[in-house]
């Protein structure tokens, strides 16, 4: 029933149509605290993949299931699940469509029983009336890889299909091949040599909209982070001679991963990035033509407000708590308990929202949430408070970092300042802050990198005026994990800062 009622909607409208709204898409119902991977907009659609979702075929170790998400009232809807058909428990991701929005292009080969059977090729999967047909394998001669990474991308004609491997002539670990479709017969893949091509690795290659330029990702070519975009001109008809590759001039670059770059005829960029999303992908968009980037979900206001109430907590007795709660966007919104510990508030709707709960001989407490469902109302909210002893842990769950920098995300500085006013409040107070990493990597490289990110830390809150003294800190690496299962979940809950309390 999925696909069903998928291409009734799919297929209303074209790509060119959505290729201009997109200059106001928001993006925030796309992403997740999930991987989202490889974004193309197909006609009236949006298919990405995401891995490691608990939904998808092979559940949380599915390396990545195709979904999709609609265009509706302006904006992207969040995505659904894209059926068995094109799913399984191997990687599945899109390479494009045919310029009528018929075929659909899949990477990899699938078995007589629709499972992905290997990374050795493309599919085509054709719309039905019911959804999209059991992919059938196209036959490239001499395709192969050797890796276990595949992406690539077919052009907007559909006769061009660039992609990722490890392969005959590979320079390096992957290299970018090209696939040519001339009287109906794919050619042989060819490398596209040196000046693209480095002993390191190239991801996620595509082409412009008028096949002149190719954008592709490499951690070969000395960039800003472990995977950035780059661009490269085709100087003739034979796909091996190129401009020297330079970093995309917009969007910029950063000591996070870009990857999936993709253009289209309006000026517009999808690409994918780890940047502030803690190590797992998010979607943004990119308009050269307006020379803005669109880094935060734009919000589409509905007018009204959503009704919240909840009750404050002592976490250790369970006792109510008489405290003051703050709801921050690009207002303050303040209101007191009752006698009893509960509260009433009214916030606007579409909103996000820093959230900051103090009380009395309690430690401040900061929550993050988003109001942005548009038919939400009402909210019940209720918050437990720790109270200061001596040796209370306080895990700072909303201070993060650029990954494998001691440079803080800028949704961390609601807590950090969270921490400034309840220092001040209780300044007899003294702390250790424990920094903490997953046990991945170096392990004496971890616990350097966990020292100095306290130290960090440390000197935002003496910045603000809290006196040295009353600050120790530690780093720990991954000495102290609260999981040991090799996940990545676990892997997220080991990555923390904490603090002691040392003296009340």
Not at 8 to 15: A, E, V
Not at 95 to 116: E, M, T, V
Not at 319 to 338: G, H, M, P
Request: aromatic share 10%; proline share 5%.
């Amino acid at each position: 029933m999925v696909n069903k009622i998928l291409v009734l909607s799919i297929f209303f409208g074209c790509t060119e149509v959505l290729s201009q709204q997109l200059v106001s898409a928001p993006f925030h119902l796309v992403n997740s605290k999930y991987d989202e991977q490889n974004p193309v907009v197909g006609p009236g659609a949006l298919f990405l993949t995401v891995a490691n979702h608990p939904q998808n075929v092979g559940g949380k170790k599915d390396p990545g299931d195709i979904w999709i998400s609609l265009w509706v009232d302006g904006r992207w809807n969040t995505p659904v699940h894209g059926g068995y058909t094109l799913n399984d428990a191997n990687y599945n991701a899109v390479a494009g469509f045919s310029p009528d929005g018929n075929q659909l292009f899949l990477l990899g080969h699938y078995g007589k029983k629709g499972n992905l059977a290997s990374t050795q090729g493309i599919s085509v999967s054709k719309r039905i009336d019911d959804g999209w047909s059991s992919p059938e394998n196209i036959s490239i001669p001499y395709f192969m890889n050797r890796s276990q990474h595949f992406s690539g991308s077919m052009n907007p004609a559909g006769n061009v299909l660039l992609f990722s491997a490890e392969s005959y002539g590979t320079i390096g670990a992957e290299d970018i091949y090209v696939s040519v479709k001339q009287a109906g017969k794919w050619g042989e893949p060819i490398n596209l040599g040196a000046t693209i091509n480095t002993r390191f690795q190239e991801y996620t290659p595509s082409l412009s909209y008028d096949g002149k330029t190719i954008y592709f990702s490499s951690n070969g070519l000395n960039g800003e982070g472990g995977f950035d975009v780059y661009q490269a001109d085709k100087l003739d008809s034979t796909w091996k001679l190129w401009s020297a590759p330079k970093p995309i001039d917009s969007p910029p670059n950063t000591e996070a991963r870009e990857l999936f770059y993709r253009t289209s005829a309006k000026g517009m960029a999808l690409f994918t990035t780890t940047q502030n999303s803690d190590g797992y992908g998010d979607i943004r968009a990119w308009v050269d033509t307006l020379q803005k980037k669109i880094n935060e979900p734009m919000v589409v206001l509905r007018k009204g407000k959503v009704h919240i109430t909840g009750k404050i907590t002592n976490s250790k007795s369970g006792a109510t708590v008489a405290a003051e709660i703050v709801f921050q966007s690009d207002s303050l919104y303040r209101t007191q308990t009752s006698s009893d510990g509960n509260y009433v508030i009214d916030v606007p709707a579409n909103y996000k929202f820093n959230i900051e709960v103090s009380a009395k001989g309690f430690v401040n407490l900061t929550e993050q949430a988003s109001l942005e469902n548009f038919k939400l109302t009402s909210l019940s909210m209720d918050f437990k408070i720790q109270p200061i002893e001596i040796g209370t842990v306080v895990n700072l769950k909303n201070i993060l970092f650029y990954i494998g920098t001691t440079s803080l995300l800028e949704d961390s500085y609601p807590e950090l300042n969270s921490i400034v006013s309840f220092l001040k409040a209780n300044p007899k107070i003294e702390i250790e802050l424990e920094g903490h990493t997953d046990n991945r990597g170096d392990p004496k490289k971890n616990l350097i990198l966990s020292q100095q990110r306290v130290d960090a830390i440390k000197n935002y809150l003496v910045s603000r005026g809290v006196r040295s003294k009353r600050i120790k800190g530690k780093g720990f690496g991954g000495t102290r994990p609260v999981s040991t299962d090799d996940t990545e979940e676990a892997h997220k809950l080991n990555r923390r800062v904490e603090f002691v309390i040392l003296k009340d």
